[in-house]
């Protein structure tokens, strides 16, 4: 079976691989993030006016460069349940993102179900996240 976001991953960090790193005048990795984003964190202890606890999101990084693409038919297995990812969102090496951080794009907020960090044979080269559409 082809897996088409495997393949577009691929091509992409091939491409990138070839991509000479002390050439100034190519392009650069950073310059691809033509996207913003905001990245959110859990805080955790907010209370309702119940005194239940409520989930609240502060802002962990704002304004972040970085780049989205839509994958199709990608489905992770989170424990016992297949999810399928809405976005494929690619960010900087020095972004530290969880599974448990949410991302706000174009003002929707998607779910982080997988991160992964890619390296390129020096060290780490940017980060990817498979990311859920948030149904409120």
Same mark, same amino acid.
Request: aromatic share 6%.
């Given at each position: 079976m082809f897996d088409k976001v495997l393949f /577009?991953?691929?091509v992409f960090n091939v491409w990138l691989e070839a991509i000479p790193?002390? /050439?100034?005048? %190519? %392009?650069?990795?950073? !310059? $691809? #993030?033509i996207n913003r984003c905001n990245i959110q964190r859990y805080v955790p202890g907010a209370l309702d006016e119940y005194g239940h606890p409520i989930r609240t999101w502060g802002n962990l990084? #704002? /304004? *972040?460069?970085?780049?989205? !693409?839509?994958?199709?038919n990608t489905e992770i297995k989170a424990g016992i349940e297949i999810v399928i990812a809405?976005?494929? $969102?690619? $960010?900087?090496?020095? %972004?530290?993102?969880? *599974?448990?951080?949410? %991302?706000i794009l174009k003002g929707r907020a998607y779910e982080i179900i997988s991160v992964v960090k890619r390296q390129d044979g020096i060290g780490l080269h940017h980060v990817e996240a498979l990311l859920k559409t948030v149904v409120a």
């Open positions: /577009d991953a691929v790193r002390d /050439d100034p005048s %190519v %392009v650069s990795f950073r !310059s $691809l #993030l990084l #704002l /304004d *972040e460069p970085c780049r989205w !693409s839509t994958p199709k809405d976005l494929k $969102l690619f $960010l900087r090496n020095n %972004v530290g993102i969880t *599974e448990k951080d949410r %991302v």
